[in-house]
């Protein structure tokens, strides 16, 4: 009795640590960064720091274009542009920004920005999004370029999700919860249409 009791205290403590932990690196791939023709910075969620992080990257000479892709949430004014005038007042340079305007989901987010990729012959990117974003946003856009497009994970610190200590806070519960639905959601699509 005392034996099976040890044993379901153990796998108890196991399940609390590993399945938060197992969550949070599946939802979050990191690739090592190396030198890209273009850094994709898809908006939603903490948008500024998806802005900073890929101006910081684009800064460090990574890539030596910027992509900022979405729609207007609000206004006039898409998020790509937005964002793009946040970095130039950073310092980036007008010239090496491209903007993707229409998208309003993550699939359009990859959709048409696969597009101006193509149109502008670049072969590889890091793709920049909130770490509990990153599956998702990889997974489309790699449906939408192809599997030889070279694509790295890199994702910016959300002001509310953290990996280690995500089940932590109400918000980011709820943002992990959501996402994994949506993966489910993406893989189940995905096997159903053939992708």
Excluded: C
């Excluded at 044993?7 to 403590?13: C, H, L, N, T």
């Excluded at 979050?28 to 900073?52: C, F, H, M």
């Excluded at 964002?83 to 920004?97: E, F, L, N, T």
């Excluded at 959300?158 to 994994?180: G, S, Y």
């Amino acid at each position: 009795m005392i034996k099976k009791l040890i044993i379901a205290i153990f796998a108890g403590v196991l399940v609390v640590v590993f399945v938060p932990m197992a969550i949070a690196v599946y939802l979050s791939p990191q690739d090592a960064l190396s030198k890209v023709d273009a850094i994709v910075v898809v908006s939603g969620g903490d948008t500024d720091a998806r802005i900073s992080e890929g101006v910081k990257l684009y800064l460090q000479e990574w890539a030596p274009k910027l992509v900022f892709s979405g729609a207007a949430a609000e206004g006039d004014v898409s998020n790509a542009l937005a964002m793009k005038r946040i970095a130039i007042q950073a310092g980036v340079s007008a010239d090496d920004i491209l903007i993707e305007e229409a998208s309003k989901t993550t699939a359009e987010n990859a959709e048409f920005t696969a597009k101006i990729i193509q149109n502008n012959n670049l072969k590889s990117i890091i793709l920049v999004t909130s770490p509990y974003h990153q599956r998702r946003a990889y997974t489309q856009f790699s449906q939408a370029l192809g599997e030889n497009f070279v694509i790295l994970n890199h994702s910016a610190k959300d002001e509310t999700w953290r990996k280690k200590t995500w089940w932590e806070n109400t918000n980011a519960r709820f943002l992990t919860l959501a996402e994994i639905m949506k993966n489910f959601y993406e893989i189940t699509a995905g096997a159903i249409h053939g992708r």
